[in-house]
């Protein structure tokens, strides 16, 4: 079963201007999980989709946005770039969604390189 | 705040040597998951404890669980270089529904 693919790898781009990146889960997984990695915050949970929809969402500002199509593909954007958004940011898959219980193993893609210049 | 605080920073062994990872977190969780990332990569998940499991062993790998003291440790046994990597301990809070990570390990393992 393929894994987690996560497109571009990498991406070049320069303050204010606005990107997006895609995740394709793995197949028969419905839930979808962004994280952003840096060296001083570490990996930092950003939002997660089931079904199309926005279940949860982490600390950031309304720059960052995504979405989740019926085939269960994601894509996240960040708009008006800055130099604090360069970082790695992590699409992950899982089975079930997360419940107010327990977070099901995620299954994580290799990421997304984003600098900001 | 991180929810999840790993001990060492850092560590340093030759191979063959066993390499212990420490957790720490805050609150009340219900699983505790542990994952290795090599060189910027993306995340391979390693082993899930649940709150109520005090143990468990996947290969070489051994993680413990100590709710009373809310912390975890990973255990790697007779290490080889492949095990060269970061490695995060994440907690799902009780009441909460997301992942959240620690700071990460550094393991380096000689030859």
């Known amino acids: 079963k393929a894994g987690v693919t996560q497109t571009p790898r990498y991406l070049i781009k320069t303050r204010g201007q606005q990107v997006t990146l895609s995740c394709s889960p793995i197949?028969?997984?419905?839930?979808v999980s962004w994280y952003q990695q840096t060296p001083g915050q570490g990996l930092q949970f950003l939002f997660e989709?089931?079904?199309?929809?926005?279940?949860n969402k982490g600390n950031f500002p309304g720059r960052f946005s995504g979405r989740q199509f019926s085939n269960s593909r994601s894509e996240m954007n960040v708009s008006t770039l800055e130099l604090g958004d360069s970082a790695l940011y992590l699409c992950?898959?899982?089975?079930?969604?997360?419940?107010?219980?327990?977070?099901?193993?995620?299954?994580f893609g290799p990421g997304t390189r984003l600098t900001v210049l | 705040s991180q929810q999840g605080e790993e001990d060492p920073q850092a560590l340093s062994i030759q191979e063959g040597e066993n390499a212990t990872m420490n957790c720490s977190y805050k609150?009340?969780?219900?699983?505790l998951q542990w994952y290795r990332q090599n060189s910027g990569r993306g995340l391979v998940h390693l082993i899930l404890?649940?709150?109520?499991?005090r143990e468990k062993h996947s290969g070489r790998l051994r993680v413990t669980l100590d709710t009373s003291k809310k912390s975890s440790s990973l255990l790697i046994t007779a290490s080889r270089a492949a095990d060269t990597a970061s490695y995060f301990c994440?907690?799902?809070?009780?009441?909460?529904?997301?992942?959240?990570f620690g700071k990460g390990t550094m393991l380096l393992v000689s030859p």
């Open positions: 989709y089931f079904s199309e929809t926005q279940r």
């Open positions: 197949s028969g997984h419905r839930s």
């Open positions: 992950a898959s899982s089975l079930v969604p997360t419940s107010g219980g327990a977070v099901d193993t995620q299954y």
């Open positions: 609150t009340s969780i219900n699983n």
């Open positions: 404890i649940r709150s109520n499991e």
């Open positions: 994440a907690t799902d809070r009780a009441g909460y529904s997301t992942l959240t």
